[in-house]
T-cell receptor, first 114, second 117 residues
Framework: QQQVKQSPQSLIVQKGGISIINCAYE??????FPWYQQFPGKGPALLIAIRPDVSEKKEGRFTISFNKSAKQFSLHIMDSQPGDSATYFC?????????????FGEGTQLTVNP | GAVVSQHPSWVICKSGTSVKIECRSL??????MFWYRQFPKQSLMLMATSNEGSKATYEQGVEKDKFLINHASLTLSTLTVTSAHPEDSSFYICSARDLTVAKNIQYFGAGTRLSVL
């Protein structure tokens, strides 16, 4: 019940295209859903995050879509650039008073071709 | 954004020696820090949750006597890999939660690559 399932495992997109990564969760107690970007040999960096009270959040070229009833959320990268090539992790956590530990998805390796 | 500094970024040691990794929150206070381990092309695996002034909480399967965690202040947590062996070689990453923000945000360090010969 603590798992977060992420797909696809890898994704290749042409420059200017849209990258879409999907995640699904089981635990309805999760109330915070961040996306992290990780470059090789570096720690993850927070990209964008959403809470269940909204269905969509957009920051620049990055958009999270959230479907509470389906227990799914996705990351859309518009106008994908070669510099976006990295591994992306979705995650979920419960209320901070419950410990705030993050449960990570398996990761998606994104390659944006020039 | 908040900055978490992790040192060293890369360490090579001989089998049987101990290695200490530091994790510092530079511009915020963190009552809670987390330590992760990551194998190549895999996700982050939580090893332990470190709370300032108290004992760390270890995840199932993580040897607390091998991976010693100390969280002595609101800005510093350390992970010591004791009597390291080649199988301990991995990428170790810390994160810290900013308690001044009413959000459940974790900021990550840049990671430490440990190679045990």
């Amino acid at each position: 019940q603590q798992q977060v399932k992420q797909s696809p495992q890898s994704l290749i997109v042409q420059k200017g295209g849209i990258s879409i990564i999907n995640c699904a969760y089981e635990n309805t107690a999760f109330d915070y859903f961040p996306w992290y970007q990780q470059f090789p040999g570096k720690g993850p960096a927070l990209l964008i995050a959403i809470r269940p009270d909204v269905s969509e959040k957009k920051e620049g070229r990055f958009t999270i879509s959230f479907n509470k009833s389906a227990k799914q959320f996705s990351l859309h990268i518009m106008d994908s650039q070669p510099g976006d090539s990295a591994t992306y992790f979705c995650a979920a956590s419960m209320n901070p008073t419950s410990g705030s530990r993050l449960t990570f998805g398996e990761g998606t390796q994104l390659t944006v071709n020039p | 954004g908040a900055v978490v500094s992790q040192h060293p970024s890369w360490v090579i040691c001989k089998s049987g020696t101990s290695v200490k990794i530091e994790c510092r929150s530079l511009d915020f206070q963190a009552t809670t820090m987390f330590w992760y381990r990551q194998f190549p092309k895999q996700s982050l695996m939580l090893m332990a949750t470190s709370n300032e002034g108290s004992k760390a909480t270890y995840e199932q399967g993580v040897e607390k006597d091998k991976f010693l965690i100390n969280h002595a202040s609101l800005t510093l947590s350390t992970l010591t890999v004791t009597s390291a062996h080649p199988e301990d070689s991995s990428f170790y990453i810390c994160s810290a939660r900013d308690l001044t923000v009413a959000k459940n945000i974790q900021y990550f360090g840049a990671g430490t690559r440990l190679s045990v010969l």
